[in-house]
Every structure is written in C-alpha cells, then in structure tokens.
C-alpha cells in the first residue's frame, strides 16, 4: 500500500519543471537557513537569559538604528534576487515560443475535453510528443476550472468566455496527472486525468491513426476484453465445470432450467442472465454466480452480448495483442490497485447516472469515447 | 485568608467581602446582554466566538478524517464540499476576523489607554448583536441546506451555478461584516480621543499600535467585501448581469473585489496576533521591546502595503502578466516589515529575564511557526514559483501556518495572559505549558506534510485522490496531528474553566508585567481606574539589572519555602 510512500518531489517532466525546480530549490534553502535563525536565536537567548540564571544584563539596548538598517536591508536585498528569479520563471512560463504545436482544451463540469489541430479529440487524456513545445488554448463551457499538471510544473486558470493559454515542452515519456485546480462543484477531484508523453513518431502514428493506435475494435472484441478482465473464463470456459456451464456456441440454443422451465437463449436472456443470474439457474448448478445487476454498464454488457453470441467460433478470437497495445497508452487507471479505489468511488456515485465516465469506468470506456469523439 | 475561628454551630459563615469588579457587579441575564461594558461585551465576544470555532472545528476533522482514505470515508462529494466550505466560512468570518480584536481588543484598549471605556459603548454592544445575527445566518444557511462554494464564493459557480444556500450564507457575511466595520470605529476614535493623561503616541503599548493598524484595515476593506458579496446575491436573485459571461459579466472582477479586502483580512487576522506576541515577549522577558517605534510602523506598514498585494492570489487567473510582476514585486516588499518585527522580538529577549510561564511558550512556538508561514509565503508570492504551487496543499499549509500557528497560537497565549485579569483567577501554570507544548508538536505534525503533498501536486478541495495514491502517507500523518492538535485546543477548555472554581485568587498583577491594565485590581472595577492613571513612564519600563535581582529574590524565597515545606515539589506560584 502507499502508506509509507513518502515521495519527496514530483516527476519533473518538462522544460519549465527543470528551472522551476532551482528556483524552488533555492527558496527551501533560504527558507530553512532563516527558520534554523530565529529558532534558534529564540532558543539560545530564552535559555541564555532565563530569569535567575547568571549573565551579563548591563547596558542593554532598546534601539540601535545599524541593526535595523541591518535586518531590513539584507531581507530586502534577498527578497529581491528572489523576485527577479520568480520572475524570470514566470516570464518564461507566460511566453510561448513561436513554433508551438496547439492542441484546444475546453474544461466543463466535471471533464477536459481536447482537441489536436486534425481533429483527433479525446477527453481527459492528453497526448502529447517528446521534446517539442506545445501551446494549449483553453476555454470553459460552464464555471472556472484550472488545468494544472503538477509534472510540468505548469497550470492555468480556464475562465468562462476568454481563452487563455499554457505552453510547455515535455523531456520524458510516461504518463503524468492532469488535475482540475479552480474548485468547480460536486465532482471538482474527480475532473482530471493524465498526459502521456509519447516519442514524436509514435504520437505521429498515433495522431495519423485518429488518436489510437490501431483500428477501432468491434463490440465483439471489446466484449472479449470485458470478458476477460471480470474474469468470466474462470467459470465459463470452454468446457462445462463443476461450477457452470460453458457458454461456448450458446446462442440460439434452447436452454434448460433447474426449475424444469426452458427458453432460447437469445439477447434479452444472455443480458438478464449476466444481471441476475438467479432467474434462470441452468439444470445441474447451484446459485454460485455473483450478482452482476448495476456493476456493468450497459454499454459493457451490450459488448459482452456480442461476444457471447460468438463465444468460441472462430471469429470471436479474442485480439489479444491488440487489446495488449491497444490498452497501454489509453488504461485511465495506472495500477490496479487505483482501478479498484475507483471502483469503491463509482458505488459510492452511482446515483449520478450521467456522470462523466471516463475516469470511473475501467479502461475499455476510453476507446469508445475518443470513438463518440470522432462521431461528433 | 480570614483568621476569625467560626464553630460548626454558628451561622453560615459571610462570604468575603469582595470588591466591586465588573463580574460581580449585579448578575442577572440582561446586565449581560444589555451591557455598554467594554469587559462585558468582551466576555460575550470570547463564549461566541469559542462557540463557532469548536464549530469549525468540528469541520476540520471530518475533512481530515475523510481524506485519510484515498476514496473518502464516509461523506459524499457534496457533503465533502459543503463541509469544507463551513469550515472556512465559520473559521474565517466568525473566529479569525473577530476573536482578537472582538475579544482582546475590547477588553484591553481601554485598559491600556487609561480610559473608562471605548468611545461608543452602544455601538459596542450593537456590534456584538449585528456578530450574533450574522453567525446564526451563516449556521442557518449550513443547516438548511448547506454552501457548497468555498469561503472563497468565486464566480460564476457562486452566482449561477451552485444550488446551495450561498445567499443566505453571504447576507450572514455582509451583516457581520458590519460588527467589524463598527469595532474598528470604536477603536480608533477611543485611540485618539481617549489616552489617559500623559499617555502619547509612542508611549502606547505595542498592541495599541497594532489594533489601530488593524482598525484601519477594518474600516476600509471590509465594505468592498461587503458590496461584493452583495453584488452574487444581486447576480443570484436578480440575473444582475455583473460576474457571469453568459449574462456579459467578468467572472475575473469578482477575484480581484474579493481579494482587494481577502488580502487585508489577512492581515486583519494577523495583526492582532503581532500585536499580542510583542505585549508577551517584552513582559515575559521584563524588558522594553526592542525597536519600539520599528514595529509600531512596520505594523502600519504591513497595514499600507496589504492593500496593494491581492493580484498575488491570481497569477494564473488570466490577469496580465505585468500586473502579476507588479504585484508579485509589492509582495516581497510586504515581507519586510514582518521579517523586522521578528527580529525585535528576537533581540528583546537579548540581555533580559525571560520567563518561560505558558503565555511566553506560546509566543516563541508563535516566532518559530510564523517564521515557517512567511517565508513559505515567498514561494507564493514569487509569480514563477506560485504557478504550481498555486490551490494546492502548499497554500493550504501556508495559511493555516500564519492562521492558526500565527493567529491561534497568539489567541492562546493572550487568553492565558489575560486570563487572570478577565476572571480574576489563576490556572495552573504546569498544565498549561504542557498544552502549549502539546500544541506545537500538533500544530507542526498536521500542517507540515501539507506543505510536501502539495508541492507534489496534491489540489486543495479535493474529495478524491484515489487516482494519485502517492498523497496517502502524509494525509494520514497530517490527521494524526490533528488529533493531536485537536487534544491541544480541548484541554484549555477544561483547566481555564476548572480555574474558575478552583483557581487561586488572582493578584493586580500576577505575572510582574508592566502597563496599565495591571494597575487595576483582577479582575478590573467596571470603571476600569477608581482614579483616572495618569502615565509617568515609558511603556515596558523594566530594567533588566533589578528585574534580575528580584528574580534571584523570588527564587530564593522559593528554594526556603521549598526547604520549609521539605520534600514537596510543588513550589507557590510565582507572585508578585
């Protein structure tokens, strides 16, 4: 677990981070250097003249104009190096160099939604290339927001009605948080993301595919990833088990219940059979399977039909491959173990049937929505 | 001690004839709640204000409980944000803008001064009655409902979006705001009409000097405030088109009104808290303050200054980029005056006796928090650095180490100090010390991980961060001192209450402190002076060499007694 996981900084990933980085560096040592002063100043003269101990208390002073002179100068002096290195970063931040590749934000409650100058768009995922300096226009639909990603040790403020801009060029692949930084209503923590740093010919490839790195996948195969990432192949398999029945080349067959009923199976009983398993209990099992009713979307489960109508033909092979490829750069959750925290966090919504689904709903989600974003 | 020998058969026995003092002057409700007693309307102000800070406190650890699990515990997101909201709206408009002035303020200008009152008792009284009808608005707006807005109130979300009690919430706000304007009236004319008879300008205790720069503030920020608040109630109600730019406003405006007086409540809250820590520091170390008038003005100054340094609060609000570099420049140059006031407090401990009774330990936990809380404030006002730093917990720990390391300790130190003089009791000194101890160690153990997980990335108001598990360590360790602190803030409830019954009678002046609120009996007559002081000396006129002496006397009358008494470790009270 993360309980003693003190990182000490964050990644810095992009050009600004790195002379942010001696900046803010140089403010903690001037910082520690005056609070070890005054602490110990304070400790040394409360112990040095503490009442009833022996010390020097002839002549003492009241005002002495070179002392102050002293510490107003030298504060000031060091205030304003300061000032002109802060400065300097924030010039540098606010002035995007000319050659600029532009990519569009627009936030609205509770997504970012992103637009690459040939029309590839995704929402709360930001591609972008190593290496070379890329400027964001951005714009909010609705209330205030902040597009902040603490890696590039950048951030903005996306205002309603005026466009404001961010630029940055990142210097190391991998993926880094977005968040939403302006608190903006109910779902404000969970309005971010990630931008994944990606090698310029693989972000070129990226980009000329329409933001995937393959082919779009049918629902069939969509449905085998479900399929595979709940598990079901631990039950269902190939052969009938002790546990359940195999559901290889179900559809279309007539199937018989423990309760002497029977009925063929088609769309409607392979959904309900997914949802409440307990309605229609195969002649020769028992109630063992979970109850999937409000776990799986209804988007999911139109994908797991699908698969399951071609369940072990050879046209449901599942692209394992691909969906390996495919699933690197566009998983939402970097572990599993954050998955499963956002899991818990999905129940604890599930009132909000319009929510924003990216981030809460596993990784196959992402897909279909860059997918909704070209159709738009 | 009375000597009369009195059988169990006699008549029970007379109370002591006590002195007329303000407390025991008559005792029904309405000499209360009808009183123009400045020491009165102070005790209302320290049992309300007490009142809404456990309040917000109680909010402060159900956020920080909840954010001890990266998918919360058990609050839902809008339950999360209402919460946080209460928490900064009650902290900052019903506790920190209020508590010293409202409380210390009262009790002690005129004390100080040498007058029988403040200018206007009534107002006085009003301002307390206008406080009370804000706070309940405030706490009838969290009850029906809830605000959800942050005490920051930002547009457009304020005014078209959130569907929560903001208005109720913001009208509370703009009536106490009111209770403000009128204190800081009262105390500047009492300042310059009210001085007891050789009391000048420079002969002013160094709280005097901060509560007037405080009162000016007062006077005139909080009105912009106040208009501003009102103007989302206009946009609310009436579609007022002024912030929304669906209606054509500038959602930007309002940060800039909000923060023209939010950067003076800073100092508002910070001020009274100088001006306290230099009334501890000279008297614990029973010597003149160093660099009298160099504080008296970098209080005015920090005063002047505050009101041209609100742009650093929105370098990446879409404001232009020199107006940043403008303000970022004034906000180093505020730095200064701070940095001046802590170096005379440090040297007026040079070469004197230094007391380490509870008042004094609060005042250097004070020195060494508020050191840490300004200098991090560079980091914030350096417009290259604040860019990232900006909304996230670093702020967070920021404020609450110059809000609560700054404002509250110094709040502990004065209730102590002032304590015996309010209530004419003694508390026990030992416990007190181990409190102020306890706080420190609390104070230091919540705040300082906020300042690592937001230089990390971690955003404020945040409900969630289960997709950056990497922030769970310090917020669990921000918690559990929590805990801690909250330990520290209960346990004076306790013994200072305890004192009350138990606590021995208290002296004109129980801790050898100088100025003219200890020339007057514990607690004070309602008049304050039964004759009108006049002021023969300097302020914090000690000498070091004879204060020493005395220090030798008393510690030798105390290593007698302990001799007398033998084998008892309890030594008496230091008295004078």
Known sequence: MSFFNFPLAPPSASNIAQQYDFVFYALVALSVFFTLVVCAGAIFFAVRYKAGTKADRSRPMYENLPLEMTWTIIPLILGLIMFYFGTALFVKIKTPPKDCEEIYVIGKQWMWHMQHANGVRENNTLHVPLGRPIKLTMISQDVLHAFYIPAFRVQMGVVPGRYTQLWFTATQTGEYHIFCNMYCGTQHSEMGGKVVVMDPKDYAAWLANGGQSTTPMSMEQTGAKIYAKMHCDNCHGAEDTLHAPSLYGIYRKRRVFADGTSLIADDEYLRDSIVKPYDHITAGYGQTMPVYQSQVSEEDLLNLVAYIKVIGSPSANPPTSNVNRHSAPTAVSSTNEATSLAANAVQANTADPDATPTRRVGAPAVGAIAAEGRNR | MSSTVISPGELKPKPPAEEPNYLNVNHTISSWLLTGDHKRIALLYLVSTSFFFFLGSIAAGLIRYELTSPAGVVLESDTYNKVFTSHGVIMVFTFLVVAIPAIFGNFLVPLMIGARDLAFPRLNLASWYMYMTGGTLILAGMVFGGVDTGWTFYTPYSSMYSNTQVSMVIIGIFIAGFSTITTGINFVVTIHKM??????????????????????????????????????????????????????????????????????????????????????????????????????????????????????????????????????????????????????????????????????????????????????????????????????????????????????????????????????????????????????????????????????????????????????????????????????????????????FTGKKASANPWGAHGLEWETSSPPPTSNFLETPIVMDEVYDFDPVSEHARDLRNLQEAEEWKKAHDGMDNLPEEDN
């Not at chain 2, 808290?273 to 501890?280: H, T």
């Not at chain 2, 940043?324 to 440090?346: C, D, E, Y």
């Not at chain 2, 004065?414 to 706080?439: C, E, Q």
């Open chain 2, 195 to 500: 001085r007891a008879p050789g009391m000048t300008w420079f002969r002013l205790p160094l709280f005097i000097w901060a509560m007037y720069a405080t009162s000016l503030m007062m006077i005139l920020a909080t009105p912009v405030v106040a208009i501003t608040l009102m103007l989302v109630v206009y946009e609310r109600t009436f579609k007022l088109p002024i912030f929304s730019p669906e209606l054509g406003g500038d959602p930007v405006l309002f940060q800039h009104l909000f923060w023209f007086y939010s950067h003076p409540a800073v100092y508002i809250m910070i001020l009274p808290a100088f001006a306290v820590v230099s009334e501890l520091i000279a008297n614990f170390s029973r010597k003149r303050i160093f660099g009298y008038h160099f504080v008296a003005f970098s209080s005015l100054a920090i005063a002047g200054l505050g009101f041209l340094v609100w742009g650093h609060h929105m370098f990446v609000s879409s404001q232009s980029m020199y107006e940043s570099i403008v303000f970022s420049l004034i906000s180093f140059l505020v730095a200064v005056p701070s940095a001046i006031k802590i170096f005379n407090w440090m040297a007026t401990m040079y070469k004197g006796n230094v007391h380490l009774q509870s008042p004094m330990i609060y005042a250097i936990a004070f020195l060494m928090i508020f050191t840490v809380g300004g200098l991090t404030g560079l980091f914030l006002g350096a417009a290259g650095t604040d860019v990232h730093l900006t909304a996230t917990y670093f702020v967070v720990a920021h404020f609450h180490y110059v809000m609560v390391g700054g404002t509250m300790l110094a709040f502990l130190g004065a209730l102590h100090y002032w304590w015996p003089k309010m209530t004419g009791r003694m508390f026990s000194d030992g416990i007190a010390r181990v409190n102020a101890v306890i706080v420190f160690v609390g104070f230091n153990l919540t705040f300082f991980p906020q300042f690592i997980v937001g230089w990390l990335g971690m955003p404020r108001r945040y409900h969630y961060y289960y997709f950056a598990p990497e922030f769970q360590a310090y917020h669990i360790m921000s918690t559990l001192g929590a805990s801690v602190l909250g330990l520290g803030f209960i346990l004076p409830a306790f013994y200072l209450t305890q004192s009350l």
